[in-house]
């Protein structure tokens, strides 16, 4: 009898309290346990294969190479195929180069590139401010595999992209998938390898 008045008098609240941390790991996977996790690899080396799917070409067009991330905002993309090209970013500038000719920009006279730049160096630093600065942001699935969605806000980022999807596990990135506002669309698998 004592039991159960106690039961009576106890509020809904107070035993949803108890029995929530039982249920507390799945309910903290959100984006700030995905940014959490993703910002603990302070270096990482992995190879790519890279489908670009063009409207006017019959068959997408591959490209293949590696990938080498250095926190917090160094990355470097090779190409080895078809042909070898380098384009690393550093701070505010992207260095391309192509055999003999190199180029350099600054990110701030090209706010667009900057903005789909800083979509992959934010989504590896694990820095959320970065990614919401020029996207909207959505989390599906599970620690083992999740998938970030990325929407931009501002109206000339979405006269070129439409939405990118990052996926991966626990703290590494799988893909990239870009959907451009013209219907075309690029998808990089990423398969990691040992840090130089």
Known sequence: MMKLSFVRRCSLPFILALLLP?????????IDQLMHRLAQTRADHASFVEKKFIAMLDKPVESSGELFY??????EKRTLKPRPE???VEGGALIIERGRQKHRLQLQDYPEL?????SIRGTLAGDRHALERNYRLSLEGTVERWTLQLLPVEIKMQAVVKRIRIAGED????????IQAD???????????ATP
Not at 24 to 30: E, L, R, T, V
Not at 114 to 118: G, K, V
């Open 22 to 30: 039982t249920f507390g790991y799945a309910a903290a996977w959100d």
């Open 171 to 178: 703290n590494a990135v799988r893909s990239i998938e870009i």
């Open 114 to 118: 900057a903005a789909f730049i800083d």
């Open 86 to 88: 380098s384009m690393t």
């Open 70 to 75: 250095s926190a917090p905002d160094r990355l």
């Open 183 to 193: 219907g075309d669309s690029s998808l990089m698998l990423i398969e990691k390898l």
